[in-house]
């Protein structure tokens, strides 16, 4: 891929309760989700009899915009999800919301993030008899729900996220209510919403991001608080809270990267958080500079607030093409070295004979920050000094974002100075932690009780990594299936 060189979203969730048309409804807020995963999406729905399922690999849009496949997905209750794999390959099989019978009925199940003892567990579970099907850790859910000794569907929910560890939320559907879950630290999100419902009462959203909410015109009414359960039914909205209240570890990069810029993450407007940490970074990082030049899109908002902080003008030094997703050709050496410009293109006329701040949201292997300098300079830029709106990533995560194993992040193993020379900027510097917990409203980072996840910074995991202590199986292993 073009841009293996940063780290990729996690997966998308949304459910819809009570919502005319509600396949539609969920395809729409999976559209608005699409950033979070773009390798394959599902939709559940469930018409009052029946449970409909569609999967297909690839985009929210090649996959709903045909209106049979919508007319086949009946009802005014729905679960969807986007994926990007952090675990198991992409395969049809891994595509969710999984579905699964029980002896209460059917559940729909739908997960963002990753657990962390899932290998652990599912080695338990396939010695009791247990089946896998796919090669997810989301699908240890679905097993341990079955083999609960309680009887009603929350009670035997309740046992199996009591039997997991990681950062997690998820969507579940069954034919009487619709479930949200998130983990109790809090780390990955969760929202819900209330719109116009299918009999004139309140609908019910749930989703990863207000983004999705926005799209399908529904009101925010509050997040999913850390170690919640959600139920909605038709008598409305009821909360379990089983796991013992700790301080939320809600992920700092979701600031940062991940989460789309008009959303707002536990009541922090990521626009304006993107901003702020551009302004602390030309606080702490001043450069001697002609113009400010975001790195599309994700740069962006952070330049914008750089360029304010420092008074140099904010000009679109780089030009992003938005119809490029993989390499449309085969990826010979060549096509690699120039991926960088099917994504990004200089705009010769604003950098040329300018010392140019290029201002990116983070570095992970290098590489392509190395070829974008490498591009700027060629266009004619005097000097190029790199800001990072974010800490050096110098740990690997293990709770639901897709990154290198640490020996392969660019500044685990070099110093800031090595770290520019490398890429071949004439000055590189990243915002210190402390001054990422300002710009997000923060007196700084308390390493006795911090208030984001950061460990990709830190290396500071506040979640047990029990399966990295011992060696992965691969699951499903005879079992090859065309893509």
């Known amino acids: ?41 599902g939709i559940v729905t469930h018409d009052g009899v029946r449970f409909h399922s569609h999967k297909g690999m690839g985009l929210v849009g090649d996959n709903y915009g ?12 729905a679960i969807g999800h986007n994926r990007y794999a952090t675990t198991g390959e992409t395969v049809l099989r891994n595509v969710q919301p999984l579905f699964a019978e029980f002896e209460f009925g059917g559940l ?59 950062a997690y939320s998820l969507v579940a559907l069954t034919q009487d209510m619709l479930i949200g879950v998130r983990d109790p630290l809090g780390v990955r999100p969760l929202i819900l919403g209330k719109t116009k419902g299918a009999d004139g009462k309140i609908g019910w959203v749930l989703a990863s991001e207000t983004c999705a ?31 013992t209240p700790a301080p939320p570890r809600f992920c700092v990069f979701e600031y940062i990267y991940f989460a789309r810029p008009d959303s707002v993450m536990e009541g922090v407007s990521v626009y304006n958080a993107r901003k702020n940490i551009g302004r602390v970074l030309a606080n702490e ?13 994700s740069g962006v908002p952070a330049a914008m607030g750089f360029s304010e902080a420092s008074g140099l003008p904010f000009e679109l030094g780089i030009i992003r093409n938005h119809y490029v997703g993989r390499t449309f050709i085969e990826p010979t050496d060549q096509i690699r070295h120039l991926g960088v410009r099917l994504k990004h293109s200089a705009n010769r006329a604003m950098i040329e004979g300018k010392r140019v701040v290029l201002v990116d949201d983070s570095i992970v292997r290098g590489t392509t920050s190395q070829k974008i300098v490498a591009m700027v300079r060629a266009a004619g830029a005097k000097e ?53 917990y300002r710009a997000l409203g923060k007196p ?16 500071d995991y506040p979640i ?20």
């Not at 990082?285 to 899109?297: M, R, T």
């Not at 790199?386 to 995560?397: E, F």
Request: glycine share 8%; proline share 5%.
């Open 1 to 41: 891929m073009i841009d293996d060189d940063k780290f990729h979203e996690e997966c998308g969730v949304f459910g819809a309760w009570n919502v005319p048309d509600a396949a539609a409804i969920t395809a729409l807020g999976l559209h608005a989700l699409q950033h979070r995963g773009q390798e394959a999406t």
């Open 66 to 77: 045909d209106a049979k496949v919508m007319a086949a997905l009946p009802g005014s209750r």
């Open 108 to 166: 729909a199940v739908g997960h963002n993030g990753n657990l962390t003892n899932a290998h652990t567990v599912r080695r338990a579970l396939t010695r009791r008899g247990c089946l896998f099907q796919s090669t997810m850790d989301s699908e240890v859910f679905v097993h341990l729900i079955a083999i609960s000794l309680y009887s009603t569907v929350i009670d035997r929910l309740t046992d199996a996220v009591k039997q997991v560890i990681g």
């Open 213 to 243: 909410l926005d799209i399908v015109g529904a009101d925010f009414v509050r997040d999913v608080e850390p170690g919640e359960i959600v139920i909605i039914d038709d008598r409305g909205v009821q909360s379990v809270k089983p796991f």
């Open 285 to 297: 990082a001043p450069a001697a500079a002609d113009i400010v030049v975001p790195v599309p899109d």
């Open 384 to 436: 190029v000094h790199l800001r990072i709106a974010g800490p050096p990533t110098t740990h690997s995560c293990f709770y639901g974002i897709d990154t290198p194993e640490r020996g392969k992040l660019l500044a685990a193993r070099n110093s800031v100075a090595e770290m520019a020379k490398l890429i071949g900027a004439d000055s590189l510097a990243f915002i210190s932690l402390d001054g990422l």
């Open 444 to 459: 700084g980072r308390d390493a006795n009780a911090p208030a984001f996840c950061d460990a990709c910074f830190t290396g």
């Open 464 to 483: 047990e990594l029990t399966d990295q202590s011992e060696p992965r199986e691969s699951q499903l292993s005879l079992l090859a299936e065309l893509r």
